[in-house]
Nanobody, 122 residues
Framework: QVQLVESGGGSVQAGGSLRLNCTAS?????IGWYRHAPGKEREGVAV????????TYAASVKGRFTISQDNAKNTMYLQMNSLKPEDTAMYYC??????????????????WGQGTQVTVSS
């Protein structure tokens, strides 16, 4: 059983930055960040392979967002820079505990956090 706790969301003006945190209670092969905006499908944003920190990003955030991890704290981060109003969404941390593959495919992830809201105003 894995528990995920997100934090770090909030409100910011366009062009600003936020850092999201995800602390996991157990071992995971891969951690992903997803977001869900009203009226849109849940979108994979970034994933990180826990063993070698290999990262994958959605095209919409590449160059602006950075996913990282602190293994000692079992915590993963999503640094979000140059935020845009279209980044406004509920952001979720997700864990793959079964080693199904570290990619932007929500079917891989079997544990999800409760979400943290990010609001970007223009």
């Amino acid at each position: 059983q894995v528990q995920l706790v997100e934090s770090g969301g909030g409100s910011v003006q366009a062009g600003g930055s936020l850092r999201l945190n995800c602390t996991a209670s157990g071992y995971t092969y891969c951690i992903g960040w997803y977001r869900h905006a009203p009226g849109k499908e849940r979108e994979g944003v970034a994933v990180i392979f826990r063993s070698d920190s290999f990262q994958t990003y959605a095209a919409s955030v590449k160059g602006r967002f950075t996913i990282s991890q602190d293994n000692a704290k079992n915590t993963m981060y999503l640094q979000m820079n140059s935020l845009k109003p279209e980044d406004t969404a509920m952001y979720y941390c997700a864990a793959d505990s079964g080693g199904l593959g570290c990619r932007l495919d929500r079917r891989v992830y079997d544990y999800w956090g409760q979400g943290t809201q990010v609001t970007v105003s223009s």
